[in-house]
Nanobody, 125 residues
């Protein structure tokens, strides 16, 4: 499975961005998909995830982004999105999407089998 992350860019604090994670497999809707981010000098951290459609497409969020970010999936486009609103400088990082055929709230990087290349988000005034 190949993942292509896109949508990063530079925004001012309070702004919005929408990231996309497109997959090469038509069964992408059955995968758990997560978004992670890694800031310079820091470890990769969990941002959000969505379970497969057979598990109800349940969403999970890190406390730091809850209420500001929304993860969603488009079955027809084999794509998962991360809508990011009210962005803060602390959200600056390279964002990665990841996927696995597992289930549940998967928040650790080693729980995912497939990774996209990352897209840079910079929040600065």
């Amino acid at each position: 499975v190949q993942l292509q992350a896109s949508g990063g860019g530079s925004v001012q604090p309070g702004g919005s961005l929408k990231l996309s994670c497109a997959a090469s497999t038509r069964t992408f809707s059955t995968y758990v998909v997560g978004w992670f981010r890694q800031a310079p000098g820091k470890e990769r951290e969990f941002v959000a995830s969505v379970s497969g459609i057979w598990s109800g497409a349940v969403t999970y969020y890190a406390d730091s982004v809850k209420g500001r970010f929304t993860i969603s999936r488009d079955k027809a486009k084999n794509t998962v999105y991360l809508q990011m609103n009210s962005l803060e400088p602390e959200d600056t990082a390279v964002y990665y999407c990841a996927a696995t055929e597992g289930s549940g709230r998967l928040s650790r990087p080693n729980e995912y089998d497939y990774w996209g290349q990352g897209t840079l988000v910079t929040v600065s005034s």
